[in-house]
Structure formats: C-alpha cells, structure tokens
C-alpha cells in the first residue's frame, strides 16, 4: 500500500512554468512505476509522463520536449517539471504509482499499470 500527495498546482499564464510534486509514503522500498495523468472537465483522464524503477521516461506527444519527470528515491518523492504551459494544459493533475512486475520498468503511461493514486492538484493556465 503507498499513499500519493500532489502539490504545486496554481494558476499560471500562459508561457510561464510550475513543477508538481507527489509525495510518496507506506510501502515505499519496493519497486515502482510513477506517473503522472491529468484530467480536464468534461474529459477523460490521460497519462501525461511516466518513469519507471529503471529511470526510464516516457511522455505524451503533447507535453514531450515542454515537461519533465523526475524523481528523488531518496526523498520518495516524484516531480513534473512543467515548462511554456499552455491552456490546454489547464486540469486535474494526478501522481500515480503501479508496482506490478510487467510494468515497474517499461512504465506504460496508462492507467491499467496503476495501482495507486493521489487526490491531485489543480493547475490552471491562462492566456
């Protein structure tokens, strides 16, 4: 069992940067997935990057070479570095975390290789 906390959402114009972050506590010496999805109203949640236990990362075309995943093991803590937000980049924004053996590596950035998720933070980008 993990437990997931985003902060670091707020309101930022359009061009500007914010970087999320999840903390993460329970069962953390084992092996994880990380991911972060987002979710705007009336739409369907979306992975948005993903970094698997090897560090591996894997991007949304739309957010590729704008976002970036890190994480800190040390810290247990996982980060989304976001940069030239746009308002299309306005949501939910969830961290997740899927232990299952297939995917703590390869990392998929989709919800079926989750196991576990945060209550999210809301980013909002105006123009």
């Known amino acids: 069992q993990v437990q997931l906390v985003e902060s670091g959402g707020g309101s930022v114009q359009a061009g500007g940067s914010l970087r999320l972050s999840c903390a993460a506590s329970?069962?953390?010496?084992?092996?994880?997935?990380m991911a972060w999805f987002r979710q705007a109203p009336g739409k369907e949640r979306e992975g948005v990057a993903s970094?698997?236990?090897?560090?591996?990362?894997t991007y949304a075309a739309s957010v590729k070479g704008r976002f970036t995943i890190s994480k800190d093991n040390a810290k247990n803590t996982l980060y989304l570095q976001m940069s030239s937000l746009k308002p299309e980049d306005t949501a939910m924004y969830y961290c997740?975390?899927?232990?299952?053996?297939?995917?703590?590596?390869?990392?998929?950035?989709?919800?079926?290789?989750?196991?576990?998720w945060g209550k999210g933070t809301l980013v909002t980008i105006s123009s």
């Open positions: 997740a975390a899927g232990g299952g053996s297939l995917y703590v590596d390869s990392c998929p950035v989709q919800s079926y290789a989750m196991d576990y």
């Open positions: 329970g069962n953390t010496a084992r092996r994880y997935c």
């Open positions: 970094i698997g236990d090897d560090e591996n990362t």
